[in-house]
């Protein structure tokens, strides 16, 4: 009770403020916080646009350059569409996305080339896996006998116009599990998201009344059905942790957990709407992070918001809540939101100390609704920062590397803002850990470090500094392990 009463109040004050502030933000900006957006290839939603293989290529490179640029560090990329998937699975088909025809492959593989894009820009990556809905009715028919309809028709139940897996039948905890198995021990990815992790909601003519009586064995039906979600989880976990342990997983819950004693979530909560006991996920060490879809403002996100803190501070043991924004309601289409809805969003959340930010979706921040786009690259993410580090599961840092610093091009004869555009050469040798390893290079300004290249995978890198009197600055290269955890300052 404490807690949350002190919370409430730093949210009223954080509130206070946020109302006198203009659009630029307080100029402190967080080494470490998550920057994340979803990227949906559903039906090309975000992308692709077209079917030629070049120009899709082309297209999301330009997507991820400026999504680079405006300091997003994490892409949550839509990998298992709708019973579908954006790379060569021995489980399901293709996704139509990238041809034009469900089930048939590309002439490349879609996720490696993401991975990859992703990675050359320092950010990370984030197979987003679609759980429980299955394709529309039409698509199964494109896809006959490759279409888990016709695979494991005990597993699904049609709902109108569409396929459903059902929570409640035993088998499809591990079948999604083995999907998220396969991703994991094919790809190199850095995270697993999951959504949709939920029972349909009321819109959706799903029925599991066969389903209850025949495995519900006396359980209260809510528990029964907050049981199934969470065995599924757990099956996921389990399975992503026995191939790499490091791969954060992460889940979008419904944006309200649950009513609270004075702000109704008008029948739309996670908990008791739709089965998602996602508080007990972080408990038991299943998620490392939530990020709530809180697609809402005013009355409906900020009383909401401190719940999700409050709860997450006496379970989650440092694991992270990092709230799901909808920029897409910025958009005239919808619901027309101001900027300001969002930037306030924004500076609550550092205010609150959340893990960061989500945005959805990745066409409406390219696109710079409202102006967003512009507002985070000049404004609120004024320098890059790392995700935080899964200090939960491991905090062992890596070794030092020993490295040196060169210049190239120099003339040291001359004062410096003569030399011209010098540019220094970092050289380091190579760790062996048990993760992966990346390194970091900081400037080392004061007390502060200042990052100026990250996730780098070689032993060298160029830097060109902007201003000629940094390059007689102190830099420091420390390795960084698949937790995020970073090597302690070393020496040249």
């Not at 990815?189 to 939920?198: A, E, K, S, T």
């Not at 979530?265 to 998602?276: F, L, Y």
């Not at 900027?339 to 969003?345: D, K, V």
Request: charged content about 20%; proline content about 7%.
């Amino acid at each position: 009770m404490l807690r949350r009463t002190l919370l409430l109040l730093l949210l009223t004050a954080t509130l206070s403020a946020a109302a006198q502030w203009p659009l630029s933000p307080r100029r402190e900006t967080p080494e470490r916080e998550v920057r994340a957006v979803w990227l949906t290839t559903l039906m090309g939603l975000d992308w692709p646009r077209t079917t030629d293989m070049a120009a899709q290529q082309a297209a999301l490179t330009t997507m991820l350059d400026d999504l680079q640029a405006a300091g997003i560090n994490t892409v949550l990329f839509q990998t298992r569409v709708r019973g579908t998937t954006a790379y060569p699975s021995a489980i399901e088909p293709w996704d139509g996305a990238f041809t034009g025809k469900a089930g048939c492959a590309p002439d490349y593989d879609v996720l490696r080339f993401a991975i990859n894009a992703c990675h050359q820009r320092g950010m990370e990556f984030h197979a987003w896996v679609v759980c429980y809905p299955v394709c529309k009715v039409t698509v199964t028919k494109v896809l006959g006998k490759e279409s888990i309809v016709r695979r494991h028709p005990e597993m699904v139940q049609r709902c109108g116009d569409q396929w459903m897996l059902d929570p409640g039948v035993p088998g499809v905890a591990d079948y999604l599990a083995s999907l998220c198995r396969e991703i994991v021990t094919l790809y190199d990815v850095d995270g697993l998201h999951l959504d949709y992790i939920r029972y349909p909601e009321h819109g959706i003519a799903f029925d599991d009344t066969k389903t209850y009586r025949r495995y519900g064995q006396g359980v209260p039906k809510a528990q029964w059905r907050r049981d199934n979600v969470s065995r599924t989880v757990e099956a996921i976990a389990q399975q992503v942790r026995a191939v790499r342990p490091w791969v954060k997983i992460s889940c979008s819950p419904v944006g309200k957990y649950a009513d609270l004693p004075r702000q109704s979530s008008r029948g739309w909560n996670a908990r008791d709407a739709v089965a998602q006991d996602a508080m007990l996920w972080l408990q038991r060490g299943w998620m490392d992070m939530l990020m709530p879809m809180m697609y809402f403002d005013g009355d409906h996100f900020y009383p909401f918001l401190v719940d999700w803190m409050e709860r997450a501070a006496e379970v989650a043991g440092g694991r992270l809540i990092v709230p799901g924004l909808g920029i897409y309601l910025l958009s005239p289409r919808e619901k027309d939101w101001p900027l300001t809805a969002i930037t306030r969003q924004l500076h609550t959340l550092r205010g609150l100390g959340a893990g960061g930010a989500a945005y959805f979706r990745t066409r409406f921040l390219t696109d710079d609704q409202k102006g967003l786009l512009s507002f985070l690259r000049h404004d609120y993410y004024l320098r890059p920062a790392l995700p935080p580090a899964m200090t939960w599961l491991d905090d062992t840092p890596p070794a030092q590397p020993r490295y040196t610093v060169t210049r190239q091009g120099d003339t040291p004869s001359l004062p410096p803002l003569l030399r011209g555009a010098t540019t220094l050469h970092f050289a380091w040798e190579n760790i062996v850990e048990p993760t992966p390893i990346t390194y970091n290079i900081y400037r080392l300004d004061g007390t502060e470090r200042v990052l100026i290249a990250h996730h780098l995978q070689g032993t060298s890198y160029d830097y060109t500094p902007p201003l000629p009197s940094l390059l007689d600055a102190k830099y420091e290269v420390v390795a960084m392990d698949a937790y995020g955890n970073e090597s302690r300052s070393g020496t040249l």
